[in-house]
């Protein structure tokens, strides 16, 4: 026999809530995913390796640094 009416509306029930470490890997994946936080990352990571590069490249780097640090 076919229903007549409308259907009674779904509430949301307290036990059907994801678990807190669920909720706590979803918060994680949508900060990584955030555009701006991926460019401002790659844009350290680039200076950090460029940075990194130049003390490699340059065998008088740390007596430099430690000839600067002395001055008062």
């Known amino acids: 026999m076919p229903m007549r009416g ?3 509306p779904i509430t949301a029930r307290l036990s059907a809530r994801a678990p807190a470490r669920e909720t706590g890997w979803l918060r994680l994946a949508a900060v990584l995913s955030n555009s701006d936080l991926q460019a401002i ?3 350290c990571t680039i200076g950090f ?3 990194v590069n ?5 065998p008088g ?4 640094v ?3 640090a002395a001055f008062p």
Do not use: C, D, H, K
């Open 54 to 58: 130049v003390v490699l490249w340059s």
């Open 41 to 43: 990352a790659v844009f």
């Open 49 to 51: 390796l460029l940075t």
């Open 66 to 68: 430690a000839e600067l």
């Open 6 to 8: 409308e259907l009674p």
């Open 61 to 64: 780097f740390g007596e430099l």
